[in-house]
């Protein structure tokens, strides 16, 4: 729930929000906050997911891209704490835990991702992403070259920046309105589901 931006009914939106979020809820069993808090100005809506979904699921826009779903989770959670957005950390701490099937590893890189149990090649990304999200005036040519010693491409990079900024954007956003992580998020990817 958003706290200084009340959301709009479901039921009145246009028609293909609706559709999106309820399948959403559907898949999720309960519907994100974020997509009922943008939604009272659908075209930013329709733009904010449009760019999200090009991002974090490339395949969708038909590209590929060597980053994992966690990779890009990883760099949510990290810069959204360095940006100190509870909505976000919690939200894709959760997605961040489920993907990597380490439940610890979505609080240690909102801590501290220089002591996480992640790999080098994962903390190259992170350092990269860290400038970027607080120094990207300072990025230079050497900061290409550590990411490619790690196997990353400029395309790679070009997703790292892309991630980090477009998150940059919603970290604000969440914050400045209020949006609270919803509940389910917390519990999320912390203990292995049973087996059937």
Request: glycine share 4%; aromatic share 10%; net charge negative.
């Amino acid at each position: 729930m958003s706290t200084r931006y009340p959301h709009p009914d479901l039921n009145t939106l246009p028609d293909d929000i609706r559709a999106k979020i309820l399948e959403v809820q559907e898949k999720a069993g309960f519907v994100p906050n974020v997509f009922l808090a943008f939604a009272r100005r659908p075209a930013e809506w329709r733009a904010f997911f449009a760019y999200h979904d090009a991002l974090m699921a490339p395949e969708s826009v038909g590209r590929t891209s060597n980053l994992t779903k966690g990779d890009r989770e990883m760099i949510v959670t990290t810069t959204s704490a360095a940006n100190n957005c509870l909505y976000c950390v919690v939200a894709h701490g959760a997605i961040l835990r489920i993907y990597e099937k380490k439940p610890p590893v979505a609080d240690q890189v909102a801590v501290n991702y220089r002591k996480a149990d992640i790999s080098p090649r994962q903390r190259a990304m992170l350092d990269f992403a860290m400038k970027v999200c607080t120094d990207s005036d300072k990025v230079e040519d050497a900061d290409f070259a550590a990411l490619h010693v790690h196997g990353f491409d400029d395309e790679d990079i070009w997703d790292i920046t892309a991630i980090t900024a477009f998150f940059g954007l919603s970290n604000r956003m969440a914050s400045v309105t209020g949006m609270l992580p919803n509940p389910e998020f917390y519990l999320m990817g912390r203990m292995p589901k049973a087996k059937a």
